[in-house]
């Protein structure tokens, strides 16, 4: 059962280290990080230096040589392929960088798929819900366009309503802006600062410091261990007239 008083994420002391010929590569040396819900944290560093792989430790995509990764109190680590595929549809909400909007379906269609494959939402009502989160994010005109139809910058707002598709109470996020040009990425963090303030929990890589600026806490990582945690009073999403 899960322990309601934890925090919403806790890494213990995890490592990651994948086969390279006859020799293990470590990428993940000892990690430890918790995160309550409700907060909106940065994962920054340069390439290479283990933030993917951490966010696919918190996303149950990839597992860990050794630790624990417990999400809303749940042991993630140790579930079958099968109960991770049902957590992360109830649970979890995942934006790419690339979008992943299935090319054949509308963008309405792209986000009732998640409740279909959960079952979470009734039939009757996954329509209403999908059209609500296209609306939030400013997409409601275009709910019958194909991906191909829209910008960029709308495949990835219709990403993050499919993402809440099921009102997980984490979404997690690998260079979402990392395709987006400078005013489109500002809107879409703009977008991920009302969802901590709706409540949401957010977890996010990036390499844009001025976006990472908006969370309101960034944890460093470099050469596999967490080199930075900084939390500050708010996360500030404008940038300079130089920008």
Known sequence: MANHNAPLLQLIAVHKSYQVGDDLAPV??????????????????????????????IAGIDRPTSGQVLVTGRPIHQMSEEALAVWRGAELGIVFQFFQLLPALNLLKNVVLPMDLAGS????????????????????????????????????????????????????????????????????????????????????????????????????????RIVRDERRPTGDCARSPQS
Do not use: Y
């Open 28 to 57: 993940l040396r000892g990690v430890d990080l918790q995160v309550d819900a409700g907060e909106f944290v940065a994962l920054v560093g340069a390439s290479g230096n283990g933030k993917s792989t951490l966010l696919n430790m």
């Open 121 to 224: 939402v009734p039939r009757r009502q996954r329509r209403a819900r999908a059209l609500a989160l296209l609306s939030m994010v400013g997409l409601a005109d275009h709910a019958d366009k194909l991906p191909s139809m829209v910008s960029g910058g709308q495949q990835q707002r219709a990403a993050i309503a499919r993402a809440l598709a099921n009102d997980p109470p984490l979404i997690v996020a690998d260079e979402p802006t990392g395709n987006l040009d400078t005013d489109t990425s500002d809107d879409v963090f703009r977008i991920f600062q009302q969802l901590v303030a709706d409540g949401k929990t957010l977890v996010v890589v990036t390499h844009d410091g001025h976006l990472a600026d908006c969370a309101r806490r960034v944890v460093e990582i470099a050469n596999g």
